[in-house]
């Protein structure tokens, strides 16, 4: 019987906000950089207990991350916010010259992604940005999938040198990741173990994944979780160690097909053992207005899609 | 150091300049000879660095920055010719494996540069975030950094620009090298910059003239800028250059942006310019 212990329910932003506070309290080479949303962010602690170290930069993304670039020449720890889509698509280029073929280390850090940002609709939800980050050489993408981890992957990246995209989002979703756990860029969580099919999942998309878990084992098929919160560096060992025991796979993300997680995970398997595999994402469509619920359920990123995704599969294989 | 000694070496930068494009035959000469006086006295008379000590942190000292990064050629030759890097190494600019990029780059490790440029209007925030560093370190050095007058179409600089002033940053200086000409035609013609001076003023900047090719007035503007360096305005220099400047041909037109002197034309170049340091 799979248990689950659920501490609470929080949105992953509010994660970020505690984790950026906290640890502008241990490292003073911390700076933080936001354009026009503090509030969304959840940065305002860290621009009250830092104020020396906190730059409003307004609405001028592109100004943003060339000054992140800029401050990381003397040693500071540039953390960037905004949302998603102004954090990428808006700013893509200033990312690649000064940040990534510049080899910087700014923390690019993004709220509101996916289509969980709800009413605002297709202009703020950007389904593409975990693609334009990975196809960046020297930069790390890091997808976490509750409260805890996201706050403990915000300390994290500070440790690592380097550029980093965080992404995270504005829903509540339950918190499961234990308090005091570590996070280690680069290296999966298996949640579940099992035996039949093989369910890789990162973001808000995790605990869909763990729901659908239970159902499938009410049904009596037995699905191994993988919650895969580092996308670049990307864990090979865990899905392919996953894979040589269920022969199957499903992957599911709040992201467009083309260039998610599902990739990674397809060009992994077509190299070194090609199995079937089913998604779970946006395919090749923007988003719209409606409540974060009501669209997850429209574009089949519920529980109930990876269930029937993970049956399908199973039935795919030879 | 003496103008007449800064005039020697940047005679030999523009030697450099010519030499590089042509063993390649592509890069950007135009804009290269044009900032040779500028760059020349910036890294022999006024910046405060060590280039037997580069370190990409740059912490005490002085750090510049080429935001119109494709005239590269000038900036290696000063950077080689002030002990950067070996100066044989500027026969590899362009080719396979170099670290002289087309375009500057960190990643090939080339000492002397901080910042990968090319693509244009990043330098200014680039500049502006690390003058914010130095500020947070108790740093005093100061921040530089070029631009081209075309490069001040893209709106980037401008987003830097009002955010520069707002935060008081006012231990950067930045150039613009205001030859008037990009690679369409005439700077006028393209998209006119109207009146720069202004422009730069209604968005708090504190505005300086210089003659680019007049080593007395590239230091005394300089010094003049460095010397308000704590008033709590950031700082820009209109430098006016002619593109191509030393190189007859060259001079005049924006043909030369990005364009390569053949065989004959290189030697009718080199006939222009005196040879004072020795060719790599």
């Given at each position: 019987m799979i248990e689950f212990e659920v501490l609470g329910k929080k949105d992953t932003r509010s994660g970020f906000g505690e984790g950026l506070s906290e640890l502008g309290k241990k490292n003073n080479q911390v700076v933080a950089l936001c354009a026009d949303l503090t509030g969304s962010l959840k940065m305002d602690a860290f621009q009250k207990e830092n104020p020396e170290r906190f730059f409003q930069v307004g609405i001028a993304e592109a100004n943003m991350i060339g000054l992140a670039a800029g401050m990381a020449v003397g040693g500071k720890i540039p953390y960037t916010g905004t949302f998603a889509n102004f954090s990428t698509g808006r700013v893509y280029d200033q990312i690649r010259q000064s940040v990534a073929y510049s080899n910087k280390n700014v923390k690019i850090c993004a709220s509101h992604?996916?289509?969980?940002?709800?009413?605002?609709?297709?202009?703020?939800?950007?389904?593409e940005d975990i693609g334009m980050m990975k196809m960046l050489p020297n930069m790390t993408v890091i997808v976490p999938a509750d409260f805890n981890q996201t706050k403990q992957a915000t300390i994290a990246?500070?440790?690592?040198v380097g550029p980093v995209y965080l992404r995270f989002g504005r829903p509540s979703v339950p918190i499961f990741v234990k308090e005091d756990a570590k996070f280690v860029i680069g290296k999966a969580d298996k949640l579940i173990n099992g035996t039949d099919v093989t369910i890789v999942a990162c973001g808000h998309l995790v605990w869909k994944a763990i729901e659908a878990a239970k159902e499938l084992e009410a049904q009596g098929i037995s699905a191994e979780v993988i919650n895969?919160?580092?996308?670049?560096?990307?864990?090979e060992n865990a899905v392919l160690d996953s894979v040589a025991k269920t022969r199957c796979v499903v992957t599911a993300e709040e992201h467009m097909l083309n260039g998610g997680l599902g990739d990674s995970v397809a060009q992994l398997l077509s190299r070194n053992n090609p199995l079937p595999q089913e998604y779970i994402g946006v395919n090749d469509k923007f988003g719209e207005s409606g409540t974060p619920d009501e669209l997850m359920k429209k574009y089949g990123l519920e529980s109930e899609n990876i269930v029937e995704a993970a049956k399908k599969v199973i039935q795919r294989k030879s | 150091m003496e103008n007449q000694q800064l005039e020697k070496i940047a005679s030999q930068v523009r030697r450099d300049i010519v030499r590089m494009v042509a063993g390649v035959n592509s890069g950007h000469p135009g804009g290269s000879l044009g900032c040779a006086d500028f760059l020349t006295v910036l890294y022999f008379d006024v910046m405060n660095h060590d280039s037997s000590k580069f370190s990409m942190e740059g912490k005490g000292e002085d750090v510049f920055y080429?935001?119109?990064?494709?005239?590269s050629p000038v900036w290696y030759s000063v950077l080689a010719r002030s002990g950067y890097f070996p100066v044989n190494e500027l026969g590899t600019f362009r080719k396979l494996s170099s670290r002289l990029q087309g375009h500057p780059s960190t990643d090939k490790k080339l000492p002397g540069v901080r910042m990968a440029s090319g693509s244009l209007g990043q330098g200014l925030s680039n500049a502006i975030g690390t003058a914010q560093t130095k500020k947070l370190n108790g740093d005093k050095s100061i921040v530089y950094s070029l631009h081209g007058d075309g490069e001040l179409q893209e709106g980037q600089i401008w987003e830097a620009a009002m955010y520069g002033a707002a935060h008081k940053v006012d231990n950067v200086i930045a150039t613009i090298d205001y030859n008037g000409r990009q690679i369409d035609g005439d700077v006028e013609d393209v998209i006119s910059l109207g009146d720069l001076s202004l422009k730069w003023q209604a968005f708090g900047w504190e505005v300086y003239n210089m003659d680019g090719h007049n080593m007395q007035s590239l230091k005394e503007t300089l010094a003049a800028a460095k010397g308000n360096v704590g008033n709590d305005k950031p700082k820009v220099i209109i430098m006016k250059t002619e593109m191509g400047q030393g190189v007859d041909f060259m001079m005049g037109t924006h043909k030369w942006h990005g364009v390569a002197p053949n065989p004959d034309q290189l030697a009718s170049a080199l006939g222009q310019l005196e040879e004072t340091l020795g060719d790599y």
């Open positions: 992604a996916g289509l969980t940002l709800g009413e605002d609709g297709a202009t703020h939800q950007i389904l990246i500070a440790e690592h895969m919160h580092t996308i670049k560096p990307f864990d | 080429l935001s119109n990064g494709h005239i």
